[in-house]
């Protein structure tokens, strides 16, 4: 009997074991904040790699302060947010000198590693009041 126990206590830790070998849970979350409290559009891809366009999600413009999390389902990916604040204001002569500012943050396990406020990652354009796009490659950028 104490051998088929020593045997069952083997077996267990070895399952036990491998288990921890398996990729950790990678968990992004995506939020937008606007001055003044604008709403913004924008697109942003999700679990699968997907693009959605955030009037198709909403079916129009989406508050300032929103926030979307996820796991991802596919491993490389590279996942990407981009925000614009609307701008009833902004016309040809002004551009988008009228617009609220845009902030996009990218938290990865609810670590804020991104931010930007009208500015794009590796942008060389500089600034564009309202306007902002965050994104990174996964898992690649997580192991530098």
């Not at 950790?24 to 679990?47: C, L, M, N, Q, R």
């Not at 959605?52 to 490389?76: Q, R």
């Not at 701008?87 to 396990?109: G, H, M, W």
Request: with cysteine.
């Amino acid at each position: 009997m104490k051998r088929i126990s020593c045997l069952l206590m083997l077996f267990s830790c070895l399952i036990l074991g491998c288990s921890e070998d398996e990729d950790p849970v990678i968990k992004v979350t995506y939020e937008v904040i606007t001055s003044g409290g604008a709403a913004w559009y924008g697109e942003f891809d999700d679990e699968n790699g997907q693009r959605i366009n955030t009037f198709d999600l909403n079916g129009g413009p989406v508050p300032s302060g929103w926030k979307y999390s996820f796991e991802p389902k596919v491993s490389p990916i590279i996942v990407t947010i981009h925000g614009t604040a609307e701008c009833p204001a902004c016309d040809n002569a002004t551009q988008r000198e009228n617009s609220q500012d845009l902030t996009v943050n990218l938290y990865i396990n609810d670590e804020l590693v991104q931010t930007q406020t009208n500015m794009c990652r590796e942008c060389t354009n500089g600034t564009v009041k309202g306007m902002a796009t965050a994104w990174m490659k996964l898992p690649e950028e997580l192991e530098e």
